[in-house]
Structures are given as structure tokens and as C-alpha cells.
């Protein structure tokens, strides 16, 4: 399970995400640097300055940034990334207070997730902040219950010649997901992990993103699984109810 180190070097961690960032939501504005990195406007122009250096970042004529040619081209996603992260995170807060485990907000993109927000929880033992990171589509929680509303033929499109997905086994583990009505993976992403995912649609009926609970899985218990899931099931309907309301 990655949690941030204990002597992080915040200014790393910083331009880390700040290329992230750049790379799978678009060209950004100092403005808007600074404030997805909590950090003054002048800090914010010194990080995308040696991004430029190292050819990580370049800037457009409009002055905004873009991603460099260092960061490899990428699937975009289809979601309204700023809209479904300003709607999503005090839902996902408040589903933290609920049931002190952290909560992850997330869009597909292609055979990947992309996570663009997260709320963790204040327990010690915690999964942290996975906003920026990617993972396969086919192992997280989420992104099993995003995969399962999928048509057959759009599926079969996705992994076709993928010789790291089991095909025939994903379709029988998703119905099993469109039966339950949520996804769990159980340290399929990584070592002491457990998440539980939830689809979010969109207004118009389609997969927008998908919501993930995520904790240790020594906590895990599936006496609990319940409630927990009853508390994601509230959030999702919550954001749908706010996505439609725009």
C-alpha cells in the first residue's frame, strides 16, 4: 500500500503532480496551478518553469502550459474532469466523516483510471491521496463498476489483443459487479489495499466517473460491508443528483 513517505520532499511532490496534471487534464493557467497545488502564484510559476527546462511542460501562445514532449501521449478522457471534481469532493468529505475510511473519485480513460480527487480519512493507518496516479481499468473498484455498464461489443473493443486481460473471466466478474451493484478489489493494485467502487452516471444515463472507499485491509470486514456500501451508494446518488442540477 503507497502512502506519501514520511520526510516527503514537497517540492518534488509538487512538480510530480503538477505534470500529472498537465499531462491528462490539459493546459493550465499559474492561476490554476497554484490553487490545485495550494500554493502561492509565484511558486507555482518557479515549478512550471523548470518543467519548461526539462521539456516536461511548454507554453502555448495564450500562455497557459501544456504537457511537454517528455510526458507520453495519453487516452483523454471524455469526462468534465473540473466540473465532476467540484461537485464530487465535499460528497466525498462527508462520506469520509461517515465511515473514516478515505474516498477516491475517479474517470476512465482508454484501459486506464485516472483518480482526480481524493479525501482521506485522519485514522493513522490510511490510504492516502492517489490524486494524478493512474491504474489498469480492469483490477481497481471502480473501475470494474464503470466496465460493467459497458456494451458487450465496447468491451470486447477495449481489451481486444490485450494479453494481460483474462477476457472470458472479466465479463463473468463484472456480471457478478452489475449483479451486486458495486466492485471490490482486494489488493488486486496493490499489497494491503481494499476498495470498494460505485459507478457514477451521468445526466444522461451514461458512466461519468465512479467513486471508490479504500482502506487497509486489515481493516477490511465484511460485516461492515453493508453499511460501507450503503454510505458510497449515498454519495453517488448525491453527486448524480448535483451533476443533473449542473
Known sequence: MKNKPPYAIESVDHALHLASL???EGPLR?????DRLDVSAST????????????????QPDRRYRAGRVLRPTPVSEAP???LRRIALPHLRRLVERVQESANLMVMAGPEVRFIATAECEQVLRVGD???????THLTSGG????????????????????QVDLPRLRRELGLVRKRGFAINDQSTETGLTALG???????GTPAAAVSLALPSARFDRDALATWIGAVSATVAAIEADLAAG
Open 81 to 83: 474532469i473540473a466540473l
Open 130 to 136: 492517489r490524486a494524478g496516479r493512474s491504474l489498469p
Open 22 to 24: 498537465l499531462q491528462q
Open 198 to 204: 460505485m459507478r457514477v452516471d451521468g445526466p444522461s
Open 144 to 163: 470494474k463498476a464503470i466496465l460493467a455498464a459497458l456494451p458487450a461489443e465496447e468491451l470486447t473493443a477495449l481489451y481486444r489483443g490485450c494479453d
Open 44 to 59: 507555482a510559476h518557479r515549478l512550471l518553469a523548470m518543467l519548461v527546462y526539462r521539456d516536461f511542460a511548454e507554453q
Open 30 to 34: 499559474v492561476t490554476d496551478a497554484a
